[in-house]
């Protein structure tokens, strides 16, 4: 027992020895190192987000009538003109309908006329009149529903029935807009105050590389999403060569206008091991100073630091920072 004791004490000695000794060691080597002074450079601001394009309108043929469709006038893919027949319903409704407008109208006339010379009262006319009125509007609700027209033009994106078979609420076709789309856009609410409608917008497609197509901020939702801390743009893509296609995966580039940062030479910013951590190392009194940042727009082989910790003229470790740890002592070369 008395053994063990005397163990413990000596390896704490030597413990503690060994890390003073690296200590010493780390405090004791001079890295030679270049710096660059931090200065701040205008640019123009620019974020780019990931959006998925949608037709600008869509409409789906779902008819207020029930029964049997008697007629489907397109197809999958085929292009249609704004007014073009799309779908014809049973008709039966819609003649019952236009049957009885028909003979309201002949007994409307003929209270007007008795209505003229008294022989019929006020109230039996407009009684009349209000039942031909409702008549009438739902003689053009049954006309709209069972004679269907396109309400745009468009590309029959979906056909899910056959001439003949029982309408039972799905959609019997889905007409989209693509000569025009359009893409909702989350925008950290950061920039809340620079977007306004109007403003121009960039859209890339990696299926079409060097390729712009430019767009217009339609409209700025008013309110910011209080779990993502994002607020929504929609945006309007003309797109009469018909390159862009509903549902593709595209970037946004909005333009902020001018602003100035921080810009360092992208490799000088190292990331912790195992985690999305970054930092760089700043020359403060001839050692190394690490200071934990985070990374802004991107200029090709030039990145904007953002850091609460540097400031212009500090001096940032541009060579031989991949061997530096914090305190290190610098030797500062030319």
């Not at 003073?20 to 190192?33: D, F, S, Y």
């Not at 990145?303 to 910790?309: A, G, K, R």
């Amino acid at each position: 027992m008395k053994k063990l004791f005397v163990i413990i004490p000596l390896l704490s000695a030597m413990l503690f020895t060994a890390c003073k000794e690296e200590a010493e060691e780390v405090e004791e080597r001079i890295e030679p190192v270049k710096v660059m002074k931090l200065e701040r450079r205008s640019f123009e601001r620019i974020t780019t987000l990931s959006v998925v394009l949608q037709g600008y309108e869509t409409q789906n043929v779902s008819p207020s009538v029930t029964g049997i469709i008697k007629k489907i006038y397109v197809e999958e893919s085929s292009r249609v003109k704004k007014g073009d027949n799309l779908v014809m319903m049973d008709e039966m409704q819609y003649n019952t309908a236009k049957l009885t407008f028909a003979n309201l109208g002949v007994e409307l006339a003929r209270v007007e006329a008795l209505l003229k010379t008294g022989s019929a009262t006020k109230q039996a006319y407009d009684n009349l009149k209000t039942q031909y009125d409702q008549t009438k509007e739902n003689l053009e609700f049954l006309k709209t529903n069972t004679y269907v027209k396109a309400a745009f033009s468009g590309v029959v994106s979906a056909k899910n029935y056959e001439d003949g078979e029982l309408y039972n609420g799905q959609p019997i076709l889905t007409l989209t807009q693509i000569s025009t789309l359009k893409a909702e856009v989350n925008v950290p609410e950061g920039y809340f105050p620079q977007v306004k409608e109007g403003m121009k917008i960039d859209i890339q497609s990696d299926i079409y590389p060097n390729v712009t197509f430019p767009a217009t901020v339609e409209k700025v939702f008013p309110t910011v999403d209080p779990s993502s801390h994002t607020f929504t743009i929609k945006v309007k893509i003309p797109n009469s060569s018909e390159k862009l296609r509903p549902g593709m995966y595209t970037q946004a580039k909005l333009r902020l206008g001018q602003d100035s940062a921080i810009v360092v030479p992208y490799q000088t910013v190292l990331k912790l091991q195992g985690s999305n951590d970054r930092y760089v190392f700043v020359n403060q009194g001839g050692k190394a100073h690490r200071v934990s940042v985070k990374m802004g727009q991107r200029f090709d082989d030039e990145v904007e630091l953002i850091s609460d910790e540097l400031k212009v003229g500090d001096e940032l470790v541009v060579e031989g920072e991949a061997r530096l740890v914090d305190g290190s002592k610098l030797e500062i070369q030319k």
